[in-house]
């Protein structure tokens, strides 16, 4: 006879697989993601085209901003735009170097040179792995709009500040902070003035402004590009340019890996990883809410950007994220797939294998003029406008992530924005918090014995959160009860308590009580009482079982006894209220 086989609980390292087994295949890509655009790509293959062509001065501009030249930034938008297309958690997303990362390499580029920042951008993106896998993605539902906004304009203000000195002309202006250089572009280009320079860049963003406004599906950053640089070509300008660019890619390589420099490091690869995080998944939000039906998965995103972030320093590529404005020409050109960033880096290697030479010759104030014009196009005035207008809490956030980002740096400033947030939030929430007196319920007694039960019963409920923020505003206004012998505590619309909370209503009851006030408290939620019995609000079981009440006329009950013993009240009331 065959033995039956032993059922139980499963295996629990077996389980543990398993759940890594599927949390693994949610962060991969899956066919069914491709098949609209197998049976008809037309409108992601000319998506594509068009984000291509308006990236591709983006992508110069960029690199050499964060100072490791054109290459790396053509490198960057092809490598990681097509890791991030295929891996990436929005069918929108166009990922490849941008303004808010660049505003972070600069420094990292001064101290630790090209090979820490290609260092960087791989821990960076490891980091990002590891927090897709954590679900980290999710909290960025959490950041507060007035720090979004603050966090947008800032990366606006810094990303022109960083171009004064290609748009003057000058080669060599000095500073650690980006308007510091700036104001010594000023300076040095005021003591030897040159026109040329600055009416280039500042053609090049008027007809990118103008020109958008009236036709915006027309890339006129290319035209203004092309054009500057064929009147520089034709009259033969004496005007900086880009410079030879390798025909090609690197050959993949870890040779910027050095293990003693590795631990100096993590510092600003987390700086980069957090920034990188922050911008993708703003910008796979702002492309769900420009399409229809689109929804983003933020951890996938998250893992998609890191791999991105791995690929592209193997290459000799800058960190990148998702780009917010690319993103934003891809839905409105009509984008319906992963397809269109896809082939949009694939457009963008085509360019650096068959006309690099042509890129050698864009004027360096033709891309500082597109990178002008994009930090205009970044701001909205209107979005400004609404939280300056709704209140003066949101206004201070916003004012003060602004400042924080143009005065020191873009991680420091979102830090601070959601600090200053969570303050305004806590007062906002303390305040609302109130405590006050209520009648008694009293119907079934004489007017002799109500006038008595008022002499010595008082009744308080507290609404709102019992927290650290508002905890000794209701000790101050308790401690000043007098002339009675029982305070009814109701606290039913609590909304939460916490350890402060906690210890201040024991030092509420203690103080009471060492004056010969009963304290009693009615209808609070199991959740609240964890805290109160945790911290000795209850000393004895027998003090919890004559104190604590489930509902408020059980509580009146208990206190009509203590007062008016000779009666031995009981409730008649029909409903018991908490």
């Known amino acids: ?59 110069l501009g960029f690199g050499i901003s964060s100072g490791l030249g054109a290459a790396a930034g053509l490198t960057t938008a092809v490598i990681a735009g097509a890791v991030a297309a295929v891996f990436g958690g929005s069918r929108f997303q166009v990922s490849g170097p941008t ?34 896998f954590a679900g980290v993605g999710r909290a960025v539902r959490y950041m507060p ?32 902070k980006v308007w510091q250089s700036a104001a010594d572009a000023i300076h040095k280009f005021a003591q030897d003035p040159s026109l040329l ?65 590795l631990t100096s490091l993590i510092a600003p690869a987390l700086a980069v990883a957090a920034l990188a995080a922050l911008e993708s998944l703003l910008s796979a939000t702002a492309a769900d809410s420009m399409a229809v039906g689109a929804r983003h998965n933020p951890d996938r995103e998250l893992f998609g950007q890191g791999l991105a972030n791995i690929a592209a320093p193997l ?48 004027p360096l104030a033709a891309l500082a003029g597109v990178l002008l014009a994009t930090t205009v196009r970044m701001v909205e005035t209107a979005s400004i406008l609404a939280i300056t207008r709704a209140t003066r809490a949101d206004t201070i956030v916003m004012v003060a992530t602004f400042l924080v980002t143009v005065v020191f740096d873009l991680v420091t400033a979102v830090a601070v924005g959601v600090g200053f947030a969570a303050v305004l939030a806590l007062r906002a929430v303390a305040q609302s918090a109130r ?30 959160a019992l927290f650290f923020a508002a905890a000794h505003r209701f000790l101050l206004e308790l401690a000043d ?13 609590i909304t939460t308590i916490d350890a402060t909370g906690a210890i201040v209503l024991k030092d509420v009851i203690t103080k009471l009580e060492h004056r010969h006030i009963t304290v009693l408290i009615s ?14 609000v209850f000393t004895t079981t027998d003090s919890e079982h004559r104190h604590l009440f489930d509902t408020t006329p059980r509580a009146i009950a208990y206190a009509r006894q203590l007062v008016l013993p000779e009666h031995h009240y009981t409730s008649t009331t029909n409903e018991d209220r908490p």
């Open 1 to 59: 006879m065959t033995e039956p086989t032993p059922t139980g609980p499963p295996d629990a390292a077996e389980s543990a697989l398993v759940r890594a087994a599927r949390s693994v295949a949610a962060l991969l890509p899956r066919w069914g993601e491709w098949t609209p655009a197998a049976g008809a790509p037309g409108a992601d293959l000319l998506a594509g085209l068009i984000v291509a062509l308006v990236a591709l001065p983006l992508a």
């Open 99 to 132: 303004g808010a990362m660049t505003v972070v390499l600069v420094p990292i580029v001064g101290q630790y040179g090209p090979t820490g920042v290609l260092a960087v951008g791989l821990i960076a993106g490891l980091v990002l792995v590891v927090l897709a």
């Open 145 to 176: 709009a007035p720090v979004i906004e603050g966090f947008t304009a800032g990366i606006a203000v810094v990303i022109a500040l960083q171009q004064f000195p290609a748009a003057l002309g000058i080669a060599d202006a000095a500073g650690e």
């Open 197 to 261: 320079t600055p009416a280039t860049a500042l053609a090049v963003a008027v007809v990118i402004l103008v020109g958008g406004r009236y036709l915006p599906r027309i890339p006129f950053s290319l035209i203004a590009v092309a054009a500057a640089t064929l009147i520089a070509q034709l009259f033969d300008l004496d005007i900086a340019r880009i410079g030879t660019i390798p025909a090609g890619f690197a050959a993949p390589t870890l040779s910027f890996l050095h293990l003693g420099e």
């Open 315 to 362: 290459f000799g590529g800058v960190p990148a994220t998702g780009a917010i404005a690319r993103t934003a020409v891809n839905v409105r050109s009509g984008a319906r797939t992963r397809l269109a960033a896809l082939t949009h880096a694939l457009i963008l290697a085509a360019i650096v294998y068959l006309a690099a030479g042509l890129v050698a010759d864009i």
């Open 435 to 464: 405590i006050e007196q209520v009648p008694l319920e009293t119907d079934d007694h004489l007017a002799e014995e109500h006038d008595l039960l008022r002499e010595h019963i008082v009744a308080y409920r507290i609404d709102g």
């Open 481 to 493: 009860v007098s002339d009675v012998k029982v305070v009814i505590l109701r606290m039913s619309r």
């Open 523 to 536: 209808g609070a939620k199991p959740e609240h009482l964890r805290p109160l019995k945790a911290l000795g």
